[in-house]
Structures are given as C-alpha cells and as structure tokens.
C-alpha cells in the first residue's frame, strides 16, 4: 500500500525551494523595476518635475532599494541599464524635436 511507505519530512524539496526562491526574486525586482519607471513618469509627467531630476531621484530610490533588500550586484547593474535606456530614450526625444 503506497501510504505505509510514506514518511513525513523525508521527501526532497529542494527543486521546490529553488522555484519559489526564484519566483520570490522574480518578483521582487519586477515590483522594484514597476516602480521605478512608474515613479520616473508620474514626477516627471503628472507633477511636472524635470525629466533629468526625476531619473535621478529614481535611480537613487533603486540603489537604496538594492541596499535595503540586498539585492547584489545584478540590481545595481540593471539600474545602470535602466539609467542608460531612460537617457537614450530623452536623447531621443530631443533629437526628433529639432525636426518638428
């Protein structure tokens, strides 16, 4: 009978904890990065605070968030990323509004 060779606290669950330790840091620098780019246009579009100050107080809302949740290296490299992308991003935007 399968129920007698069961043993409680046996079985190996560490494929199980890698998953939701994964999921959980998935999730984690999902809401962290949400928040940033959410953050960056409401102070910038809705409050009307300048672009580049508004990528700055929210590059520095993440690097405080990576030190507070020790998120490692990873995050503060994602932050540069993120930081370069908003800045091609504005690049681009002025460009292409010399032409209009």
Known sequence: MAASEYHHGEMDIHDQKATWDGFIKGT????LILA??????ILAVAIGLHWAVSLG?????GIGAGAVLNLGGRWYATLVI???TGLFVQFMIWLFGIFI
Request: zero cysteines; hydrophobic letters at 65%; charged letters at 0%.
């Open 28 to 31: 984690t620098w999902g809401s």
């Open 36 to 41: 940033l780019i959410l953050g960056h246009a």
């Open 57 to 61: 107080l929210m590059t520095l809302v």
């Open 82 to 84: 993120l930081l370069l």
